[in-house]
Structures are given as structure tokens and as C-alpha cells.
């Protein structure tokens, strides 16, 4: 049977606990705020940037059109392309930095690997890339090998680094090639919850730009621009992706938030339980002390008074 010290420390050290649960929980409800604004600035721009492609594709010389009517494979890659090709793969998979977020790392990785296999890319033909050190972990548990990691940054100037450090990383890999890029990384869904996703980075999806192509302008005024129209279109595509691992990346950061949240309220219900339980024990521990105690002093007077008289 614990002693009352013992439990008396017990419950100090659930305390301390249920501090740094509560602590974690107020730093998760700060970064879903952070993060869902900057998601929101990036929708805005990403639309912005989709209008002035849609301009260009449908205003502009009709070489584009052309070029991207019969890029075909060069522009998309899917399944029949992965299966076709025995090129390798650039895969980026997003974790976190931290710990305590439940099951994320775990269903991102299980993800990645499964939709890989999915789509044929054989281990051998895998460049993995991770942002988290516990994608790597895990990914590296497995016997995996791991090209290059890059940390988490847990801030909007700190995401603007990290993106920068990921295109020169990109660029430098592919070296002017159609080496496919795909990004895993859960994705935000209504209330706190999320799900994976996986997104085609590179070589860009043929199918967006002629959905743009098709799309009815929204003004009734026809868009105009003065620079050339090749240089414009390289300009806007390379923002198009730059929005794309932003939002990857955002996205991330914010399922993460949701699951730290999550996590640290079913931690807290559980501490607050098991807290209740030790200070139960310890008053009927006390308890029983103080009516021993109360015992032997009715005991003891009443032997003395046995012998006085």
C-alpha cells in the first residue's frame, strides 16, 4: 500500500502534468488561429494568381494554348505515367517537429508509402524528402533512406525560409529535368480534424491549365497585360507552385495544431481523472491514519484508566 508521501507526490507530479498539458493546449489554440489566417491570405492569392493564368491562356498568343494541348505526359504525372516510367520520384512527406499530436505522423507516413505503392513507384525509384525530424524518424525505422530533412518552422517568417530552402534544394535535384515532385501532408477539414492528401508539385498538372483554358472569364471587361506573354506565363506558374507548397505547408502546420488539440484535451480529461483517483486514495489513506491514531489514543486512556482504578 503506497504511503501517504508517496501518493502526496503523485498527485504533485499530476499537477505538473495537468500545467503542461493546459500550457500545450493554449499554444495549440494560438498557432489553428496563426495558421487558418495565413491560409486564408494564401486562398486569396492563389485566386489572383489563377486569374492571371486563365488571362494569359485565354488572351494570349495562341503558341501556349498550343503547347500545352500537346504537352501530354511531359506535363502530368499519374498513375500510367509512374507505372511507364522508371525515372525517380521526389517525395516530400510532412511531419512535425514536435511531439505530443496523436496519430499524425503516423497516418501521414502510412499514407505516403501506401499511396506510392499505389501508384507503382517502387522503393528503388523513392527520393524521400521530410519536413519533421519525426517523419524521419519513423521513415528511418523502417530501414528507410532519407535524402535530406528539413526542419519544421513553426511561424510565418519561419515558413518563408523553409520554402525558400526547399526550392533551392528542388532546383538543385532536378537540375532542369521532368523528375516528378509529390507532396504528402495531412490536410485540414471542418472542426479540428484532418485527413492526408497528396499533391502533384511538378511537372504541373496539364489538367488545371486547360480547366483554365475552359473556365468563362468572370468580368464582363477582356484582361490586358503589356509584358511578353511567355515570360508573364513562366512568372505566374512559378508563383502557382511556390502558393502550392505554401499551402502544404500551412496546411500541415495547422492539422498538426488540430491534433496537438486534440490530443492534449483527451491528455487533460485522462490527468483530471487519475488526479481525482490519487486524492481519493489519499484522504481514505489519511483517513484511516487519523482513525488508527484516534484508536490507539481510546485505547491507550482506557487502559490507563483500567489500572488507576
Known sequence: MQTLEELRRRIDNAGDMQSVVSSMKVLAVVGIRQFEKSLS??????????????????????????????????????????????????????????????????????????????????????????????????????????????????????????????????????????????????????????????SRLLPVDVDFLKDLISRPWPAKSIPTFTMDAWLLFRSLIRQYIRIMVERSYVESLLSENNSRLLAMQVAEKNIGEYLEDLKHDFNNRRQGEITAELLDIVAGSEALSANYF
Open 41 to 198: 491570405s494564401l486562398t486569396d492569392y492563389s485566386r489572383a494568381v489563377e486569374l492571371g493564368l486563365q488571362a494569359v491562356l485565354q488572351y494570349g498568343p495562341p503558341e501556349i494554348r498550343k503547347a500545352i494541348g500537346t504537352a501530354g505526359t511531359m506535363w502530368h504525372y499519374g498513375a500510367a505515367g509512374a507505372s511507364a516510367s522508371g525515372d525517380a520520384v521526389i517525395t516530400m512527406i510532412l511531419g512535425s517537429e514536435q511531439g505530443l499530436s496523436g496519430q499524425f505522423n503516423e497516418q501521414i507516413v502510412s499514407f505516403a508509402l501506401k499511396t506510392m505503392d499505389g501508384l507503382g513507384i517502387v522503393p528503388q525509384r523513392r527520393r524521400l524528402v521530410t519536413l519533421g525530424d519525426h517523419a524521419a524518424f519513423r521513415l528511418k525505422a523502417m530501414n528507410m533512406a532519407v535524402e535530406q530533412s528539413f526542419p519544421i518552422q513553426g511561424s510565418v517568417d519561419g515558413m518563408a525560409r523553409s520554402v525558400r530552402e526547399i526550392f533551392s534544394f528542388l532546383g538543385a535535384r532536378r537540375q532542369g529535368t521532368d523528375t516528378p515532385v509529390l507532396i504528402f501532408h495531412n490536410k485540414p477539414l471542418s472542426g479540428a480534424h484532418y485527413q492526408p492528401h497528396m
